[in-house]
């Protein structure tokens, strides 16, 4: 049975990183990791580590991209949590098995090795959760 080891980040959406930066990072005193743009995702994303897992500043880099509709539709705040795995094939299976509807069908891999997919908000009581299996 596949178990949840920990949260690895909560995303948050914002219309801009450097604005958003002025509570986050000079109002709380919370580190700034790195900044990244990822174009494949359409976002630029701020890394603000904690004592345990990070907080994720992400903004739309296009009007066409995920976020940027998410954005328009719903305003700036909590976008998911990203919980991590120990196995996700084994997760994924476990959650169709009790009728819960993934995004995914497969897990997708990022350029780090991480293993991730998406819970259907409608499955989780209205909350987008991303499941990270990291690489080992």
Known sequence: MAQIT???HLAIVVEDVQTALG???DALGLPLHKLERNDGEQVEIAFLPLSSGEIEL???TTESSGVAKYLAKR???LHHVCLEVDNIA???DQLR???IELINDAPKVNELGVKYCFVHPKSANG???ELYELAK
């Open 75 to 77: 305003g700036a705040g």
């Open 90 to 92: 084994a997760m994924m």
């Open 127 to 129: 909350v987008l959760v």
């Open 23 to 25: 509570f986050w990072r």
């Open 58 to 60: 992400i903004a739309p």
């Open 97 to 99: 098995g009790k009728g």
């Open 6 to 8: 920990g949260i690895n």
